[in-house]
């Protein structure tokens, strides 16, 4: 037939229906939820600082009844500093080991420990309008400073997160999970600075130069984070073993 052919070697399946063989051979074999998240997380790293984010979530137990599951969590997160005028954005991917402590029909509450792979990307940019610079002759003027500071780092965030999924009908799953991570991230720093006016000296008008340097630094801070996930179960019922 066009789906398989049968020779020496038994049954063969067809190349071209191979993802749809896989398919089926996995769902009727293992459960999965799959779906989105949105996310609210408030880190030290920059005082003041609140990131917002949403993703890709896949949990192996959202109602199963069963004692472990795994989560994975993979998505972006973004806000701007209160303090200057700038962006900072965290693209995550947080595994998630989870325990259930209670579970029936319509609840499993589970918690356990996390491993991340985050990628961190911080630009700030500030005014600075009182600077006083002294010239060649003596003389002092004020003029504007313009800085723009940029962070690029990884980090493997360690941490340990609560789950709270309440299972509606067969096939979906409402969670809130509570999270808290200790982040220590290793990567380059960069820093430009230039005034924003040239100036006259002995006659002569000349544009201040732009200063700017780069440094390898390492950096850690704690993150406190809630995030709420829809979830389409997949083989995922709570069914008591007979």
């Known amino acids: 037939s066009k789906w398989s052919s049968f020779d020496r070697n038994g049954w063969q399946v067809s190349p071209e229906y191979a993802p749809v063989f ?3 051979f996995t769902g009727s074999s293992y459960a999965l939820g799959i779906g989105g998240y949105a996310s609210v997380t408030y880190h030290n790293h920059y005082p003041g600082n609140v990131l917002l984010g949403g993703g890709f979530v896949l949990d192996t137990a959202c109602a199963l009844d069963k004692k472990f ?3 994975l969590n993979a998505g972006i997160d973004t806000s701007y500093p209160k303090e200057h005028k700038g962006i900072i954005t965290r693209i995550r991917l947080d595994n998630i080991f989870g325990f259930s402590v209670f579970r029936n029909t319509g609840a499993r509450i589970w918690i356990g420990p996390s491993l991340g792979l985050h990628y961190f990307y911080t630009r700030i940019s500030y ?37 709270f999924n309440f299972n509606i009908g067969d096939n979906v799953t409402l969670s809130c999970e509570l999270a808290g991570r200790l982040n220590i991230f290793v990567g380059q720093k960069s820093l430009q600075y230039y005034r924003l006016y040239s100036i006259t000296v002995s006659g002569n008008s000349i544009i201040l130069p732009m200063e700017k340097y780069n440094r390898f630094f390492g950096k850690g801070g704690l993150d406190a984070s809630c995030t709420v996930s829809f979830l389409y179960r997949i ?8």
């Open 22 to 24: 896989f398919l089926l």
């Open 69 to 71: 599951n795994y989560r």
């Open 127 to 163: 005014l600075n309008n009182k600077s006083i610079f002294n010239n060649n002759t003596g003389s002092f003027f004020a003029t504007d400073v313009n800085y723009r500071l940029y962070y690029r780092a990884f980090g493997a965030p360690l941490g340990v997160s609560l789950g």
């Open 235 to 242: 083989n995922d019922r709570f069914v008591k073993p007979s």
